[in-house]
């Protein structure tokens, strides 16, 4: 089988991204990694960690430690480390584009990303959600976020919603269709043949028979049982409060939680640093890291790369279950 070809874009050109990217290539690898990015801003990177770097065209790589096939998407305006500036956001989003739109085509077999400035985005005049929702809306299809360390997966069942919307927000539609992403992406990219997934509660004690509220009754139960009699292998709903102790967790292979800090706060006291962020439901492995830009880190060499490695590794493994799916 041929090594995993990764697109791996560093996101926010002013963050730690860039230096993350270049800290990736100086290890040794069964994937190749093509970093679609600005050349000036790669190069102040290696400048930082005095690491040379060689950039090759597609053609002439060998996979070797160091050796990065780069794709360049200028920035508009020279980065400075730690200040991110709006006029470059064109480059981050074509970055990310241009990585999704190769795997689309086939020419990549997974997406690694870092770390993006959702404000700065902003500021520079374009509307952006999140890149779940950029590579979901490119890809059309609907997706999942499920987040993993080597303790435990947790997906959501919503995401970047404000508490008192969470309710409201969980449909049975909703519920049975992310119940249904997450199922296929267990089997598919994970290669387990019959997942057990454990389903949050939305209220505390799961709602305690309809006294703490009736979401559980009303909406959950009816989506677990029909889905049961689909052939899925689902647990719940289950209190939150006792579904993360490590003698429940060993008998699931993921968590899907109701809301966003729900199940994330266990996921990242569980391992904060191996943790990943990957999108379910896409036509391709899309893993990125699991923290932000650390501009008050930026260009001072000093940047945990745990997570990005743990990406990079992650989706390579990834795209070699599905080839052989």
Known sequence: MAPPRLALVPGEPAGVGPELCLRLARQPRDYSLTVIADRTTLRAAAEVLAMPVEWLEAERATGAVGELILVEIPNAV?????????????????????GAAGCLRGDFDGLVTGPVHKASINQGGIAYRGTTELLAH???????????????????ATTHVPLRAVADAIT??????TLEILDASLRRDFGI??????????????GEAGHLGREEIEVIEPVIATLRGQGMHLVGPLPADTAFLPARLRGFDAVL????????????????????????????????????TALDLAG????????LFAAAETCARMARTRATA
Do not use: C, W
């Open 193 to 206: 043949a019959e997942p057990v997934i454990a389903v949050l509660g939305l209220n505390p004690h799961a």
């Open 257 to 292: 939680a109701m809301y966003h800090d729900q199940g994330l706060p266990v996921l990242k006291h569980s391992g904060f640093e191996q943790a990943v962020n990957l999108t379910l439901g896409l036509p391709y492995p899309r893993v990125a890291v699991d923290h932000g």
């Open 300 to 307: 001072k060499g000093t940047a945990d790369p745990s997570s």
């Open 78 to 98: 020279p980065s400075r480390f730690g200040q991110p500036d709006p006029r470059n956001a064109r480059a981050v989003i074509d970055a990310l584009e241009f």
């Open 172 to 177: 049975a539609e909703s519920l049975a269709r």
């Open 138 to 156: 490119q890809a059309g299809r609907d997706v999942v976020m499920m987040l993993a360390n080597p303790t435990v997966r947790v997906a959501l």
